[in-house]
């Protein structure tokens, strides 16, 4: 039963078809057939108007994040289509599923320089896993399906259709569509028994095993698996930035985070380990340091369900191809139940050092200005460790996931892989929508927010629930402390003047409190969680301060500093 | 264009086979890479792209349709050592189009180029050394006016090159252009037909569900 409909309203079906409930967008001249088509859905589609095309786009990924859904961002052409760029780079680095839907001019108009015409195709093709341009009508459907199905399958990422304005207006003979398989694409390869095997004997085998947790065993739902296999064999953990949450922070196996401003613990035991287990991450150099020492001493395997991660930075013994909701279950059937009490013990020397050495200071100050970690720590705590943490970029994401806690798995949010600041707001707002039912609470530098600052209005016209924490340093802190450490305290324009937030968070509705004694602290955030709605805290912190430890940028993993040098 | 050979003038016929299979530039062997992917607008440019982005320069580049309907064939030639090779099929197999690239070195498959000359018909007359270097060179004459005469040579990279360099000498050539080059894999296995059936069992299954 064919109806004949136009492509705007094919479109429409099409995400309803897709079980879409929620996009983030805003309107322009080569969209407006669609967002015509839109005013007859909105009972089935949430349309939420953004303030820039930007914040469209992390809004979208702090809505997959937390939901494990497909974000979809609807924008029009040109101008519309060049502010989603950041967005989808920031996506695909960190395979985030999502469907960017722009407008462009007419099939007659395109290559003549028409007006808001740009080559989106060109310009996303690097930086997403997929795109197409929806010439005509009767593609809407397909096109709309392959999109969501690649955006979600496999290893997840960004999608760009560069929907043509005829194909928006001609008519269709609408039939939907469902695409499930792609010849040249197999998002779910078939687990090796071979390897699947080697693998539970390399494991048995060991002495010192110690196994690195990504973004993998989010995206493939593992958390429950890994946990399984973790604690049959006692293996010792350390978590990416983006696996945080993948394993509980306070479960006995967990070792804390990897990385240049990880703890000191799983970072030195990287290079002490006889096993090496890396599940589901792709060993960025931020967690690698110097790769000529990483790990060498250490027998590699890999579990990633992305072939061309596999040896493309560090080689490994035993690649495990597939889904490792999978391959874990399978492995862990083989190998024999263990112990290995010695090895976790050599953890806690390390983790004593760094707590008094760093942490003790940093969460239990007497005296000085507020510091960044108290108040992460104080927030997480007043929220029972359950709620969702949402970062921006800098020192407010380093001290952010490092005391922040966690007991419920999809709860970071935090722009890894690009490093995009500016990222936090807009993905706290999509993490509201996305987990409707759980607390929301953003650290945002005052850098940060002021790059996508316009989201106030969202939150404003929205209601949005985001707990903005505002570490005010008055500096673009993270530079700064690099320019102290190896710029010779040169500090080319990292100081930055500020404007009066709270008169900024009045202007739209938000109420706000600004917190400079520590005596404050404690009932401000009490008083911040249990406001609804929005709500801004502002944390006057100390100015120079610094995320230790840190392992320089290039530094063996096993050499991390835990001062700044003199 | 790769290095010109230097030491070979006349003769098309010496050991320019042997040498072609140790053809090095800055100690990287060159690979050719047969990519199959689908006919589907776009996705050169993301293929060269994966070179781009990982700083190997192409060195010659030839695309058709392949024996397989719907399916088209790139063949790249890249100078890079057996790891970049390796990154680069698997970056190239990871767009979602593209059904399998694999990379060989010259040992592993049979390799072929053309190229066109055209000469000055004058000059050769003047010149009877010029037709005796084509026939050395076992270059065909292809079309022959008052102005100018065509002569066409198909053979490896360095064949061709040391007919260009001898005909550049006798000052004759007005044109000169050389195909990428095309190859077919000495394998008895079919990998494409392979992996394209395993995926349509695949499919098959889907559908059963």
New interface residues.
Partial sequence: MKERITGAEALMRSLVNEGVKTIFGYPGGAIMPVFDALYDYRDRLNHILVRHEQGATHAAQGYARVSGEVGCCLVTSGPGATNTITGIADAMIDSTPMVVICGQVGTAMLGTDAFQEVDVVGITSPISKWNFQIRRAEDVAWAVSRAFYIAKSGRPGPVVLDFAKNAQTGMVDYEPAKVDFIRSYDPEPQPSEEAIKKAAKMIDDSVKPFVLVGQGVELGNAQPELKEFLEKAQIPAGCTLLGLSALPTDHPLNMGMLGMHGNLGPNVMTNQCDLLIAIGMRFDDRVTGNLKTYARQAKIIHFDIDPSEFDKNVKVDLPVLGNCKQTLAAVTKLISPAKHNSWINGFKPYAEKEYNKVIEKAINPTQGPLLMAEVVRKVSEAANNEAILVTDVGQNQMFGCRYFKFTKPRSVVTSGGCGTMGFGLPAAIGATFGAPDRTVCLFVGDGGLQMTIQELGTIMEQGSPVKIILLNNNFLGNVRQWQAMFFNHRYSFTPMANPDYEKIAEAYGIPAHTVVEREDLDNSIKVMLQTPGPYLLQCAVLEEDNVLPMTPPGADVDKMLLEVPE | MPNQSNDCNTCGKCDNAAREKNSTKNGMPLHTIIVY??NIS?LL??IT?VFT?RQVNIETLNVCASSTPGVHKYTITCYCDT?MA??LK??M??R????QANYFTDDQIYIQETALFKLSTPVILENNRISKVIRLHDAKIVEVNPTYSIVEKTGLTEEILSLFESLTKLECILQFVRSGRIAVTKSRIEKLDEY?QL??Q??AQ?LEQ
């Fill in positions: 992917s689908e776009g440019s993301q792209a982005r790891e390796e990154m698997k970056q197999e990871k979602i189009d593209v059904l394209i995926r349509e695949k499919r889907i």
